[in-house]
T-cell receptor, first 108, second 114 residues
Framework: ELKVEQNPLFLSMQEGKNYTIYCNYSTTSDRLYWYRQDPGKSLESLFVLLSNGAVKQEGRLMASLDTKARLSTLHITAAVHDLSATYFCAVDDYQLIWGAGTKLIIKP | DTGVSQNPRHKITKRGQNVTFRCDPISEHNRLYWYRQTLGQGPEFLTYFQNEAQLEKSRLLSDRFSAERPKGSFSTLEIQRTEQGDSAMYLC????????????FGSGTRLTVV
């Protein structure tokens, strides 16, 4: 059974700090996605990672994919309050298999 | 095209009633997906269409659930004889190969069964 595990599930941090969210998965898929979800809202696509070694950056967020280790990371640099949300990784195995999400709270 | 559209945004229904949700995908996307998300959890796959063909259904999709995509355009998800456990956010997404494999999600329909 394909599993996608995120950690941590909850993260509270101060503005200005750096942190990394980890996403481990158990399939050989090389397509992984990161999404952001605000409370009561739908899912906003952040990054699409399609190959081993893929690295993408947008503002204070950077995502990477290591298909050999079956690991993706979402790195937050100098966090700001507006980044508070729940972040999901999802692996594409002809349907999306989702992690449980990381609830990120950034305190001003 | 403004993205994936879902209606209604919210639905409150009494247990035992039938409900139907609609999803209008991005027009050039030939794949359409339904997911269900309960509070504090990641989405769970329900079913998937390529054009008008329903290619896969999750075991979560009991016989009370049915989905259609006539003519390969919009899709409907019907739940018959709703139960309280059906209360969730129902999300629709569309995609097409060749566009980075990205999936675009609609705003969702939040169902509350009382």
């Amino acid at each position: 059974e394909l599993k996608v595990e995120q950690n941590p599930l909850f993260l509270s941090m101060q503005e200005g700090k750096n942190y990394t969210i980890y996403c481990n998965y158990s399939t050989t898929s090389d397509r992984l996605y990161w999404y952001r979800q605000d409370p009561g809202k739908s899912l906003e696509s952040l990054f699409v990672l399609l190959s081993n070694g893929a690295v993408k950056q947008e503002g204070r967020l950077m995502a990477s994919l290591d298909t050999k280790a079956r690991l993706s990371t979402l790195h937050i640099t100098a966090a700001v309050h507006d980044l508070s949300a729940t972040y999901f990784c999802a692996v594409d195995d002809y349907q999306l298999i989702w992690g449980a999400g990381t609830k990120l709270i950034i305190k001003p | 095209d403004t993205g994936v559209s879902q209606n209604p945004r919210h639905k409150i229904t009494k247990r035992g009633q039938n409900v139907t949700f609609r999803c209008d995908p991005i027009s050039e996307h030939n794949r359409l997906y339904w997911y269900r998300q309960t509070l504090g959890q990641g989405p769970e796959f329900l079913t998937y269409f390529q054009n008008e063909a329903q290619l896969e259904k999750s075991r979560l999709l009991s016989d009370r659930f049915s989905a259609e995509r006539p003519k390969g355009s919009f899709s409907t998800l019907e739940i018959q004889r709703t139960e309280q456990g059906d209360s969730a956010m129902y999300l629709c997404a569309s995609s097409t190969p060749g566009q980075g494999y990205g999936y675009t999600f609609g705003s969702g329909t939040r169902l509350t069964v009382v």
